[in-house]
Every structure is written in C-alpha cells, then in structure tokens.
C-alpha cells in the first residue's frame, strides 16, 4: 500500500512539473511560452478610431505591457524582443443596438476594434495578424461620457485578454 501511494505522489509530482518536457515551458496558470523566448517588445498602439479618447493608446499599450509583467516570466524591452508585439486601435464607437418605436434607442454598444500584429522571428509559426473587436452594452438612457472611462476599462481588459491567450496560451 505504501508502495502505491509514493507511486501516485511521483506521478502528481510528474505532472504538476511538466514531466521535463524541454520544448515548452509550463506554469500554473497555463503559460505556454518556448523556453528559448525570454522576452516581449510591445511598440506603442496608435489610435487610428474616429472617436479620439486622448489617453486610450497610452493606457492601453501601458495595461498590454502589465498584463505580460504580472503573468509571464518574460521581461519586456523596448528593443526587438523574441516576441513582437504591434498594433492599432481601429475603432472606438458607440451604435444603437435595441431600439424601442415609442422612445428610439434603448441600448447602445461601446465597442473597439484592435488590430494586434505578432511576430516571433524563432517560431514564425505563431506568428498572426488579427482585429479583435469586444464590447460592452449600456442602457440608451445613460449619457456614454458618464460611463466612458468603465466601459473603456472593461472593454480593454477583454481586447488585452484576448491577445494574451493567443500569445502566451496559445489559444
């Protein structure tokens, strides 16, 4: 009995350790970077959107560059990195998406549009170009310059999310 039980502790312990697999690393919350990729450059996103908020690219490319910080191992350089991280904001707009024939517009849709452009020169393989649109919807009711700063908030932790899983968990 006892055997099996440190039979079954080497076998979690196996597993939970990536079982020394050398071509990936592994972490707890699922990273899967290449162990030969040590750090990240992300350039600055411009906001190419109609609708300018003048802090959108500052805080976005700032939040983009935190969220690689806190949940990766890589560093992140302003030189050419062994990732590549680029891109643009393309679109910041609100639309009516729920209308009413008594009253008009009864929810809008805050929504962006981020074009994110990644390069890995060793594994060109991951390499990807994608828009990625999130968005969140309010009551037609409620002024958008009230809610501007929450739903930008939301909105960029979602676009940001989205990149992060295509990138380092290679979704």
């Not at 440190?6 to 919350?29: A, E, Q």
């Not at 109609?50 to 191992?73: A, C, G, H, M, V």
């Not at 517009?105 to 990625?132: D, G």
Request: proline share 3%.
């Amino acid at each position: 009995m006892r055997a099996q039980k440190n039979i079954l502790f080497l076998l979690t312990l196996c597993l939970l350790s990536g079982c020394g697999c050398k071509s990936v690393k592994y972490g707890l919350r699922g990273v899967n970077i290449p162990p030969d990729v040590q750090n990240i450059s992300i350039k600055y996103f411009t906001n190419e959107a109609s609708y300018i908020n003048p802090t959108l690219s500052q805080k976005f490319t700032e939040q983009l560059k935190d969220k690689f910080l806190r949940e990766t191992k890589l560093a992140v350089i302003t030189s050419e990195g062994d990732y590549k991280l680029s891109g643009t904001i393309l679109e910041y707009k609100t639309e009516p998406v729920a209308t009413s024939s008594n009253t008009g517009a009864v929810k809008n849709r805050f929504s962006m549009t981020v074009k994110a452009v990644f390069e890995c020169p060793k594994h060109k393989e991951m390499n990807f170009t994608e828009n990625i649109t999130k968005f969140q919807e309010f009551d037609a009711s409620q002024n958008f310059q009230s809610l501007e700063a929450q739903l930008s908030e939301e909105v960029n932790k979602q676009v940001i999310q989205e990149i992060f899983n295509k990138i380092a968990l290679n979704w």
